[in-house]
């Protein structure tokens, strides 16, 4: 929770008036009971209206003050809680947006928006009643000890042996569900996965029946996380008849001792009221300490869920999972095992890791007909120590070229396109962008470098012209049109309503897949960087608009002079000045379409495969 506190700086005035004011509520609190005692003992004993009526007033007037201290107390700690979490939230946002593939692949999608969500909400309540009660349930309770001693000395001496007993008891139960909360938490990252995955593949699931399988295993996840939250809260519910039964022992034991001073004429009957409200005082300000500690405990661990993001390790061991079909337990297993490969490459001095955002940016371009990109004996896997996904993969890129990248699937295309922009970085070997190692630049300058269309295509809610905006905000009307032209666009948007304000839904669902890959088709267009990739972009479109769209291409009329196109299709890459075949993540031949055939078995197969005919290419 410490690491955090950074980003309730703006908000550190709240979060001191906060205190200070329930401290001067407790104040009031405090002089309640002995102002009564007064009432009792000196004014109905001896009938002095007077004496009462004022001392009715002074209890009015302290009622009214604590009230304001209260309502402006809850005011301040909210405002301070409620910007700590706004920050809280902003920060983590935009540190997710920043995160290496590998950080989110390993600590999963679900997983980052539970901690934006259900976990700074509890950090934000936790820092909510941390600041009204830190100060005030304290010194209610040493308030009470030495009022209750002033009135009598041996009646505290009571009161100093059930506050550490009482509060020895409610330790070891918060103590003992302390560990649920971290299991809580990973199995509601484990349910999440499992439900984004149900949901995203409904159509799947209902295509081949298996919707009662899914429910039954649902129901394994949630009794799961049923039965910590029935131990976690069996455990803190042991709180409430633990202080009822020292409550009623202790006012017995008061009442009992306080008679006897009674009869002896030591105290007045006034007074051994007061002792027994200083007693509820005491008795309740415990209990409500231990709502604060377990709810500072829940927060504390959504606060290093949070803190493992922000500080960049991504290394917490309260198991939030990944994988949605695994249970929670196999979750925490996964997690610890990709947190620890995690500690180590941050701790590795020779492994290979990425520059801070905007230390060093790429050096100037080279001329065109100059290497631009190139691969070096490069070797990925996804998993430290795990099977190579890519290997040995050498290759360049001269700007102003254009490159083919073709496979089957699995063949690692995907994978080489990602190394090509720095979202991953080579786990052997080099990946150089005018020279300059990869992992030596910054992200947002790779980003500026390429254009970028994927084979799965995704559409934000907004209209048709925002989204095509997204590749550029400071592009014209005129340059949307030209992009909606260029990626065969212009025909299907005209039909929709509002054309170019139709309002798209969220993923694009209410558009076609064709649709959707010419949209982000354009999108990359209008971005107008110097490289322009096309990973599968093209998949769902017909041979004719595919067509259309590769002339655009290759014809040099887009601002990306250097273009590197992946596809299965030998029709996509086949115009390409230079063409790397995969298979199984390793290269099988580098030429041009001509040079492929005549020399590469897998590229014939492939061609064969897809046009029955070698005889003319």
């Given amino acids: 929770m410490l690491k955090l506190l950074k980003h309730l700086k703006k908000y550190r005035i709240f979060a001191f008036f ?27 004993k001896n009938n002095d209206s007077r004496l009462i009526i004022s001392r009715g007033l002074l209890l009015v007037g302290i009622a009214v003050l604590g009230w304001i201290f209260a309502i402006s107390a809850q005011f301040f700690s909210a405002k301070a809680a409620m910007g700590f979490g706004l920050n809280l939230r902003t920060a983590l946002f935009d540190r997710i947006l920043g995160m290496d593939m590998e950080e989110i692949d390993r600590i999963s999608i679900p997983s980052l928006i539970t901690r934006t969500t259900v976990d700074v909400n509890r950090a934000q309540t936790g820092l909510n009643m941390f600041l009204r009660l830190i100060l005030r349930n304290p010194f209610i309770i040493i308030g009470a000890i030495v009022m209750s001693g002033i009135i009598n000395v041996r009646v505290m001496i009571i009161y100093i042996i059930i506050v550490p007993v009482v509060s020895l008891a409610f330790y070891l139960t918060i103590r003992f569900a302390k560990p649920f909360y971290g299991r809580i938490q990973s199995l509601i990252d484990s349910i999440s996965t499992f439900c984004r995955e149900n949901i995203i593949g409904i159509r799947s699931v209902r295509a081949f029946g298996i919707q009662k399988k899914e429910q039954e295993d649902f129901e394994k996840k949630t009794a799961e996380l049923l039965g910590d939250q029935m131990r976690a809260s069996r455990l803190t519910a042991l709180n409430n008849p633990i202080s009822i039964v020292v409550l009623n022992v202790s006012v017995a034991a008061v009442l009992l001792v306080g008679a006897r001073f009674v009869n002896s004429g030591l ?3 006034g007074s051994i009221i007061a002792l027994v409200n200083y007693l509820f005082q005491i008795l309740l300000s415990i209990e409500r300490t231990a709502s604060l500690v377990e709810a500072f405990n829940k927060a504390n661990v959504s606060s290093k869920r ?36 995690l500690e180590a490459a941050a701790k590795d001095p020779d492994g290979v890791q990425r520059a801070d955002a905007g230390i060093s940016e790429l050096p100037p371009l080279p001329s065109p007909g100059e290497e631009l990109i190139r691969f070096d004996r490069v070797s ?9 996904v890519l290997s040995d993969i050498s290759f360049s890129v001269r700007r102003g070229s254009s490159l083919g990248i073709i496979g089957g699937t699995g063949s690692g295309k995907s994978t080489l396109v990602k190394l090509i922009q720095g979202i991953y970085l080579p786990t052997e070997g080099t990946v150089t962008v005018a020279g300059k190692d990869i992992s030596g630049c910054s992200p947002e300058a790779l980003r500026k470098l390429f254009s970028v269309a994927m084979q799965k295509a995704f559409l934000f809610k907004g209209s048709v012209r925002e989204n095509i905006l997204l590749g550029n905000p400071a592009a014209t009307d005129e340059d949307v049109a030209r992009a909606a032209d260029a990626s065969v666009s212009t025909e299907f948007i005209s039909k929709k309503p509002g054309g170019m304000d139709h309002i798209i839904e969220y993923g694009g669902k209410n558009i076609s897949g064709g649709q959707k890959q010419r949209l982000t088709l354009a999108r990359a267009f209008i971005r107008q960087a110097p490289v322009l990739v096309l990973d599968d972009a093209t998949s769902a479109l017909d041979y004719v608009t595919e067509a259309a769209i590769r002339k655009y291409i290759l014809s040099g009329e887009t601002l990306s002079d ?21 298979e199984d993540g390793a290269v099988k031949g580098i030429g041009s379409h001509r040079e492929l055939l005549e020399s590469c078995p897998v590229y014939n197969e492939i061609y064969l495969s897809q046009t029955g005919d070698l005889s003319e290419d």
């Fill in 562 to 582: 250097t273009k590197i196109i992946v596809s299965q299709r030998i029709s996509a890459v086949a115009g390409c000045d230079s063409i790397v075949v995969l």
């Fill in 267 to 269: 105290i007045l009957s």
């Fill in 306 to 341: 949070i803190a493992d993001i922000l500080c960049g390790d991504a290394h917490g061991t309260d198991g939030h999972g990944t994988g949605g079909h695994g249970t929670g337990g196999a979750a925490t297993k996964d997690f610890e095992a990709a947190a620890k490969d």
């Fill in 18 to 44: 906060g205190p200070f004011l329930k401290l001067l509520e407790a104040l009031m609190e405090t002089f309640v009971p002995f102002i009564m005692s007064d009432i009792i003992d000196n004014g109905i």
């Fill in 380 to 388: 990925f896997s996804y998993e430290k120590n795990g099977r190579s």
